[in-house]
């Protein structure tokens, strides 16, 4: 493991959460957030976790600074108050700071030492790591954790992203639709024609080879969602809306979570319990080879589905309302 | 043939870093956003790509050397076409007239709002 580097990278996730949260200027903060999450991806990878490293930079770095750049522009900021904080006197706020931010590294540098040892291979990771290959056929033992011992959560995971993009599409939905054909330049839309092909690819890899290589329905799906917001951004809404309505969306995303629960209740009907894998009519194949690990490859098309039809349609939703304030 | 191409490699990286170095000052030090944008995309793009490229040898495998092509060839593509979104969107909004450099001139005609 290469500490020093752990030790820079550290240093500096540390630095700029310090300066997105103290920044008066919003736009800034954003950038410095997404550059935090670019380092934490960075720190994931090194410390072999590729698919949390997967996650952290798709998310970290293009959702959530797309869907901040959304809301910035749906709200009105008021200027900070010029007068002395009273929650907090100013001689001691940047002591404090300083203060919390040295406690954290220590607590970092503490866990990378900690994770650097044996002990903590004592648990139930021993286990995962040794039989994971026989009790399901996967190769990527956190696909197979995630998928087949924990597959009850990740249900219950993308139910809340369910309700997420339920809830969102609720509050935003007044109003009536009104769809931008203007988009960005030529030179831009040609080289997105050139480029969207080569993403597409790469996020059906992702998805298709969750249980082979570090991925999945997550990651596969959330770099679906970033390829139809750049569509969304670069066309104009009109264009995506076209292409790829609204309610197929949601009946995408609603077939993703009806995929979810039929594979478990063929696992019930089997007799091996609800999402059963091996123990239900699924085969393990081939270690390496594209059909193995039983159902995983169901399972990451479902939340596949889910996660890119939810976070696209959250950001259209949102991006819809801000065309019908801007070209009024 | 190994240790020929690591060394052109380091060297391909020093450039890089040097480069990087530059577009960093540019972005700090230059007046306005279009000079801005040049001395960040130009000096950028050769930077990244020439670390791509110089670590090429260091990859291991012609399989990684020919990833890290791909990546260097996704940068020239994707790096020019952001910088013309950007610098397109500042034209269009003439963000220029907040910036003292332009002040005494009048925002330039010639693009209309919608194609």
């Given at each position: 493991m290469s500490e020093p580097l752990l030790a820079f990278l550290y240093f500096f996730i540390l630095l700029t959460a310090f300066v997105a949260v103290f920044l008066d200027d919003l736009l800034s903060s954003f950038i410095s957030l997404s550059v935090t999450g670019v380092l934490m991806a960075t720190v994931f990878a090194l410390l072999r976790a590729p698919d949390v490293a997967l996650t952290q930079a798709i998310i970290n770095s293009g959702l959530i600074t797309s869907l901040l750049l959304v809301a910035y522009s749906h709200t009105r900021r008021t200027p900070l108050?010029?007068?002395?904080?009273?929650?907090?006197p100013s001689w001691l706020r940047w002591p404090l700071a300083a203060l919390i931010c040295f406690l954290l590294a220590v607590l970092l540098f503490r866990g990378m030492y900690s994770l650097a040892g044996?002990?903590?291979?004592?648990?139930a990771s021993t286990h995962f790591l040794a039989e994971t290959l026989r009790e399901t056929?996967?190769?990527?033992v956190v696909a197979a954790i995630l998928l087949d011992y924990r597959a009850f959560d990740t249900l219950g995971e993308t139910t809340v992203i369910f309700a997420a993009v339920a809830g969102i599409s609720l509050l935003l939905s007044g109003g009536k639709h009104v769809r931008s054909?203007?988009?960005?330049s030529f030179i831009v839309k040609r080289g997105m024609a050139l480029l969207t092909p080569f993403l597409l690819l790469y996020a059906a890899s992702i998805l298709f080879l969750g249980h082979l290589t570090p991925g999945g329905g997550f990651q596969g799906g959330s770099v679906f969602a970033t390829v139809a917001i750049l569509i969304c951004v670069v066309y104009g809404t009109g264009f995506d809306a076209s292409r790829v309505s609204s309610k197929s969306k949601e009946t995408l995303e609603v077939g993703g979570a009806l995929l979810f629960v039929f594979i478990g209740l063929l696992g019930a009907a089997w007799g091996?319990?609800?999402?059963?894998?091996?123990?239900?009519?699924f085969f393990p194949g081939t270690?390496?080879?594209?059909?193995?690990?039983?159902?995983m490859l169901f399972l990451n098309l479902a939340v596949g589905l889910k996660v890119g039809a939810g976070l696209s349609s959250i950001f259209y939703v949102m991006i819809k309302i801000l065309e019908q304030e801007g070209e009024q | 043939m190994m240790p020929l191409l690591r060394f052109l490699g380091s060297v391909c990286i020093l450039a890089g870093v040097f480069f990087s170095f530059a577009a960093v000052v540019a972005i700090l030090r230059f007046p306005d956003v279009y000079t801005r944008l040049h001395g960040g995309t130009k000096a950028l793009s050769g930077g990244a790509l020439l670390i791509l490229l110089g670590s090429m040898p260091y990859a291991g495998s012609s399989l990684g050397a020919l990833k890290l092509l791909l990546i260097a060839v996704f940068f020239l593509i994707s790096n020019p076409m952001a910088s013309h979104a950007i610098a397109r969107a500042c034209h269009r909004r003439t963000l220029?007239?907040?910036?003292?450099?332009?002040?005494s001139e009048t925002p330039i005609e010639g693009e209309s709002m919608r194609e």
């Open positions: 108050p010029s007068g002395p904080c009273t929650a907090c044996e002990r903590a291979l004592e648990t056929g996967a190769l990527n054909r203007q988009g960005l091996g319990g609800f999402l059963a894998n091996l123990k239900g009519p270690p390496g080879s594209l059909f193995s690990g039983g159902n | 220029f007239k907040n910036f003292s450099h332009f002040s």
